[in-house]
């Protein structure tokens, strides 16, 4: 069955260290994933996606995720956070199997601390 | 421009009324989604439909019907609110049929408080 877990509900930095959120999934069939950001009382908007080319993959806002199938995990890092960074974050799984099996975390709330 | 845009952005309502919620893109997208996002934040797709026809369907009480009069707009509407349909809705939209490689376009959202 597929499924995502993100292991942190609540994440909080101070600004310029490094982020890092961890997400781990589970899917039947070649998964693609997705990390969406929503900023308070916003949409969500799309930090980036791997859909089964580079398994290291670089999205807006200097966030990347590496996949890792191995371990099944797409964790998302920043090298430097930005307060403009604190907002809710979702890590996001979807199969080729079926269009209902778009999964999304709990979410991780993202803290900076000035 | 807006390219994803639901109206209201609030909607506060006693139990057992009818409301609707509307959606547009104008992005060209041929599919488009509702999804529901409780108190704790959990996002969970309710139903999806492309160029029209609906081809998503989760588990969500009949009191919920979307309509989609034409591939740039789906509507939701809710028959006899209940206290438990109080959340926020976001509707998407992506490009063509759906793909598990789509990036979805989300709206801002539509809080509804029913009382």
């Known amino acids: 069955a597929q499924s995502v877990t993100q292991l942190d509900s609540h994440v909080s930095v101070s600004e310029g260290t490094p982020v890092l959120l961890r997400c781990n999934y589970s899917?039947?069939?070649?998964?693609?994933l997705f990390w969406y950001v929503q900023h308070p009382n916003k949409g969500l908007q799309l930090l980036l996606k791997y859909t089964s080319a580079a398994t290291l993959v670089k999205g807006i806002n200097g966030f990347e995720a590496e996949f890792k199938k191995s371990e099944t995990s797409f964790h998302l890092t920043k090298p430097s956070a930005h307060m403009s960074d604190a907002a809710e974050y979702f890590c996001?799984?979807?199969?080729?199997?079926?269009?209902?099996?778009?999964?999304f975390g709990s979410g991780t709330r993202l803290s900076i601390r000035p | 421009d807006t390219a994803v845009s639901q109206t209201p952005k609030y909607l506060v309502t006693q139990m057992g009324n009818d409301k609707s919620i509307k959606c547009e893109q104008n992005?060209?997208?041929?599919?488009m989604y509702w999804y529901k996002q409780d108190s704790k934040k959990f996002l969970k797709i309710m139903f999806s439909?492309?160029?029209?026809?609906?081809?998503i369907n989760e588990t969500v009480p009949n009191r919920f019907s979307p309509k989609s009069p034409d591939k740039a707009h789906l509507n939701l509407h809710i028959n006899s609110l209940e206290l438990g349909d109080s959340a926020v809705y976001f509707c998407?939209?992506?490009?063509?049929?759906?793909?598990?490689?789509?990036?979805?376009?989300f709206g801002p959202g539509t809080r509804l408080t029913v009382l």
């Open positions: 996001v799984v979807s199969e080729v199997s079926s269009a209902s099996k778009i999964i």
């Open positions: 992005l060209g997208h041929d599919t």
């Open positions: 899917s039947s069939y070649s998964p693609s």
């Open positions: 439909y492309n160029n029209k026809e609906l081809i």
């Open positions: 998407a939209s992506s490009q063509g049929v759906w793909k598990s490689t789509d990036t979805q376009y």
